[in-house]
């Protein structure tokens, strides 16, 4: 009080200061002297933020408790410190993915695209696309059962239902495959959180990838993710029982993501015979996912003169419903044109009903070799096979181990379909054949114009490179 009343005496001795601030010498003059400041700027920041003190026999009084008082903005800070102490670690996650930049959910400036398999045949899909060194791509795995778990090559893993299933697997009962994914959805979305596409695969009529795919893609679209399942169905000779579980499973996954690839096991049957293992035969369903998501990550991670955005790609995938795809290479004479019909016609998944599709994404790979009149080659033929109003959009990048060659790449979206496992013929089945007794005799592959004399159907297809045609 004492030093408050020799600081309003000084004031009142200086005739040369405005009255605005004499009025605000009694809060301001006292924090000057005890900063040892020379209160100009502390005067000026009074004067302009608060109203004048009247003068009352009490006014020093009424000063002295204000500055006592914290500021609205000191309470503000320390409510937001005894809030943020009782928040969850879920709901802390979530707010600190609201606050993070649009660019930090991208690798090095691209989009983070993830693949995640469920289940065990997820996790063997998940393994031969990291032997395969794809770029551009994180993975993740999630099974109830720990033991095939510890199996996986995925970086990430997520053990579903540790409380349900005691990690011993669902049992091939698909309610406890979802009640394990919804006991570590916050999990799943604490996993996904940073992603902008997810590729989602397993197989279906089992217990964990059929009750446990909708959960997660349900989470993806909740976190605004662009998601895009691969899932294969069982062979017949499983039975009714499982091939009705996968089904239904199938319809609840398409409700939840944008696009929906269907791989028949059935119709492996058709790219088999009997020298064909099963790890080959699985691996070519496998290779349906691989194809897939290469398709999407060359575009955006391999340099290019025809280079699409994660904007492009979200066109055609993005609430697309069912979808097909196949892909053809060739390296000899007119290979723009065998590539191209190969890409049409897939013998895991049939003809690709390009009649019908309402988009189409198609990827172009080759060396420095390519052709300008090779890339519009290639888009005629496409193009010929679809309908005015069907939306397509193509990229092309370069790969040097693709020197001499040209591939090509096809995803066909909105396809009007409701079958789940469509069956298709056998006409594949002698040309892989043939081709499996040519290269066990060491001959080379067949002349020119013998291979322009088959059906196009009959020609190398999707899978046709695992052969020495």
């Known amino acids: 009080m004492l030093l408050a009343r020799r600081a309003v005496l000084s004031v009142q001795r200086s005739p040369l200061l405005p009255m605005g601030q004499w009025l605000h010498t009694d809060r301001s003059a006292p924090l000057t002297g005890l900063n040892g400041d020379d209160g100009k700027s502390s005067e000026a920041e009074a004067s302009a933020s608060s109203p004048p003190l009247r003068r009352t026999a009490t006014g020093s009084k009424r000063a002295t408790d204000r500055r ?29 993915g609201k606050k993070r930049p649009l660019v930090s959910a991208f690798k090095d400036g691209k989009p983070w695209i993830t693949v995640m398999g469920l289940g065990g045949a997820g996790s063997n899909a998940v393994n031969n696309m990291i032997a395969s060194q794809l770029e551009g791509v994180e993975f993740i795995v999630a099974n109830t059962d720990c033991q095939a778990l510890g199996r996986s090559l995925a970086p990430h893993k997520i053990t579903l239902g540790k409380d349900i299933t005691k990690g011993l697997g669902a049992g091939s009962k698909p309610e406890l495959g979802k009640r394990s994914a919804e006991q570590q959805r916050s999990e799943i979305e604490q996993m996904l959180q940073d992603s902008n596409m997810l590729f989602i695969t397993g197989g279906m009529g089992g217990g964990t990838c059929t009750g446990a795919a909708p959960v997660v893609a349900s989470v993806a679209r909740e976190l605004g993710i662009l998601t895009v399942g691969v899932v ?155 309908h005015d109003e069907a939306n397509i959009i193509f990229g092309t990048c370069y790969d040097q181990s693709l020197e001499g060659s040209v591939y090509v790449s096809i995803i066909v979206s909105g396809i009007q379909t409701d079958i789940i496992s469509p069956p298709i013929g056998r006409s594949t089945i002698a040309p892989l054949q043939d081709a499996q007794k040519r290269r066990d005799s060491g001959e080379s592959k067949p002349k020119q114009e013998e291979e322009e004399k088959k059906p196009v159907e009959q020609r190398k297809g999707f899978f046709g490179r695992f052969f020495s045609l």
């Open 68 to 96: 006592k008082r914290p500021s609205a903005a000191a309470r503000a800070a320390a409510a937001a410190k005894v809030a943020a102490a009782a928040v969850t670690p879920t709901a802390a996650a979530k707010e600190e």
């Open 232 to 386: 294969s169905t069982p062979f017949r000779s499983e039975g009714p029982n499982r091939t009705r579980l996968a089904n239904a499973g199938v319809k609840e996954l398409a409700k939840y993501v944008d696009t929906l690839i269907v791989v028949p096991n059935q119709n492996l049957l058709a790219l088999a015979d009997k020298s064909t293992t099963m790890l080959e035969a699985f691996r070519y369903a496998d290779d349906v996912l691989l194809e897939g998501v290469k398709g999407v990550t060359d575009l955006i991670v391999r340099p290019g003169l025809i280079n699409l955005d994660f904007a492009d790609i979200k066109t055609i995938l993005s609430n697309a419903g069912r979808a097909i795809m196949g892909s053809g290479i060739a390296s000899d004479e007119d290979r723009a044109q065998k590539a191209a019909e190969q890409a049409l016609v897939n013998p895991l998944l049939g003809d690709l009903p390009t009649e019908s599709a309402h988009g189409l994404l198609v990827t172009i790979r080759g060396g420095e070799d390519m052709t300008l009149f090779e890339v519009d080659r290639i888009m005629e033929i496409i193009r010929g096979r679809v």
